[in-house]
């Protein structure tokens, strides 16, 4: 093994080492201070990065690219797999809004604030917009781990996050596009590539879970079925892969697969033996993927540019929980008869509202990218990590009390 090789993997190893250990203090600090773990995660993370200097991951890193990506997939994965197709049935219509009409609204809103509050251009402005526009799994599905809330609320919510990934980097990319000099806005190529994205995306989940659910689960053919948790990561991480390499959503793609491979009594299948093995398995994995992605996500505050641009970020992002996403939610559960949405639930989905990876993962590649006032791009998304995570996560499970949308254990 060469020097150079044994010390890039030593360094790895040491930050490796170093968040896991912080991630265990931080989650005890959490506890105690009765907070969602993602917030301390981030503090602890700025303290060891911009403040101690321990960790100098970059965001555009094969290390920090590599978590963001694997950690993103195997929490929607499992969020996916904790979510019953009974219950989407019942709020299909909600969600289906939420990922499509709902992210555009978003766009929109966020695009205008920001084209005043930074005077710049309309593309460019919208790119901004649309990058913060999807909500993320990595923070929504681990604080309904912590805070129990009404079935439908919560399915609801974390499908949202899933679904809307697909819109938003449709979107940031098609503008991004645009913004270089390589593509042109128009309404064909978009809706096609939203379509070829997003559908693509749902087979490719069914194509890869279903045989490998079969050879679990079957009660004659399951082959697998000693292997059944090596084979579920095997699903989550080749789901997302054939996704990207296809060029159809990843992310659809390994929700899809967890939905798949939750309700595998839909199907005729059977992994009941299994669950418990499952569970705990995935309830580790996916702290472990927390505590990675977001003390990484902490280290790499610019204070600078943060600082530089505080103000108007903060009103954009402002704009961005108080106008943009009131006005999603309303137009988007209101036309949704079926569902019969109170308008405590709507309220709590118009606050139950992070932003985290997703957008974390677009601003870098725009970063990379070389964009002009890319710059305003990582300040606004890291503002939009911040607040929502550190107001509206941290503060989910009263804002559930008061609306009255809790539910007690032992219900």
Known sequence: MGTATGEIIQHLLIVLVLIFIAGMVSGKIAAWLKLPDVVVFILIGMVLGQGLHWIHETSSSVLNQTILTAGSTLILFDGGRNIGLHGLRKVWITISLLSVPGVLITVGVVGVAVHYLFGLGW???????????????????????????????????ESESAFNDATGSIITFTLLAVVLGQGSLEAGPMIFDFLKTAVGGIIVGVVVAIPFSYLTGHHRFAVLREYTTIAMIVVALAAYLIGDLLHVSGFMATF?????????????????????????????????????IFILLGSQVNFQVLIEYFWPSLAVVLVLMFIARPLTVIACALPDRRAKWTWREMAFMVWVRETGVIPAALSGMIVASGVEHADIIASVTFMAIMLTILVQASTTAWVARKLGLEVKPNN
């Open 123 to 157: 593309i460019l402005s919208l790119l901004v917009g649309a990058v913060i526009a999807s909500t993320d799994p990595a923070s929504i599905i681990p604080v309904f781990r912590q805070v129990k809330i009404r079935d439908k609320v919560r399915e609801t919510v």
């Open 256 to 292: 899809v697969a967890g939905l798949i491979w939750g309700n595998e009594k839909t199907f005729g299948l059977s992994m009941h033996e299994k669950r418990q093995e499952m569970d705990h398995f995935a309830d580790n994995i996916t702290v472990l993927m927390r505590m990675l």
